[in-house]
C-alpha cells in the first residue's frame, strides 16, 4: 500500500499538494468505525482513477472498501475548486526554478465523448455525436498554462480570449508574476482579425495562420509540443470518454492530470 501511494503520489507533488489543502484527522474523535484514508491515499485513489479510467466502484481494495468516501471528497473538493490549486502551484514551482518558457506558447483542441450534460453538444467531426471539447495553452516546453471545457460543437476561435485571460499570474525567478506570452501560435481555425487586434491590444504578438493562404503542413513547426501535450492528457485514460455529468468534476480530472504533467518537469 505504502510503495503504490509512493509511487502515484511522490514526494515532491504531495509536499505541494499539502499548500492548498488543509488536514484532516483520520481518526473519528467520538472513536470506533473503520480507519479513515488519509489525504494522501485519498490523492492517490483519484489519480489512479484518473490514469487507469476505471469507474468508481472499481477501485482496488489496496485502496480501502470505501470507495463512496473518496468520490464524496473528490465532488466536494470539485465544487470548491480545489483542484486547480495544485495545478497552480505546481506552475508557480516551474516558473521559480525557471522552467517556464514565456517566449512562445500555442493553443489548441482535443474532443472527449460523452452521452449527455452541461458543456456537451454535437461533434461535427464525429457524426453529430455529443462530446466535450477541451481547450489549452501551452508554454513552449509543452507545459499546461490554461485549461478549459465546452461543448464539442463550440468553435475553437471562441476559447482563445476565455484561456488568454484565464492564465493564472505565475511566478517567475526574478522580478513580478507573469501571465502574458511574447507570441501565441494558433491553427486556421483562430484566423480572425479581431482575435489579432485583441491579442495586439494586450502585447502579445501573433502568428495564427491564414486560410487559403498558409499551408497547413508549415503549423507544426512550433505547434507540435501543444500536439504532444494533447496525448500527454490522453495518457489520462479517464480523459478518453466524458463519464462526468457535472462538468466541474471532469474539468478536475483535467487538474489532475495538468497538475502531474508539470511534477514530472519537477522530478527530472
Known sequence: MTDLVERLVPDE???LFQR??????VRRPQGGGRRRASDRETLAAIIFEATSGCSWRQLPPVFGPAW????????LCSWARVWARPHRVVLDELGIRGKL??????IATSVSGRQKGP???PNPTDRGKSGSKIHLITDRNGL???LGISGANMHDSLGLEPLVRGIPPIRSRRGPRRRRPAKLHADKGYDYDHLRRWLRKRGILHR???KDIESSTRLGRH??????TVSWLAGCRRLHRRYERKAEHFLAFIGVASALIGCRRLIR
Open 13 to 15: 507533488l504531495w509536499v
Open 20 to 25: 492548498v489543502v488543509p488536514p484532516t484527522e
Open 68 to 75: 463512496p468516501a473518496v468520490y464524496r471528497r473528490f465532488a
Open 101 to 106: 518558457d514565456w517566449s512562445r506558447c500555442a
Open 119 to 121: 458543456l456537451t453538444g
Open 144 to 146: 499546461p498554462l490554461s
Open 208 to 210: 495564427i495562420a491564414r
Open 223 to 228: 505547434r507540435w509540443v501543444v500536439k504532444r
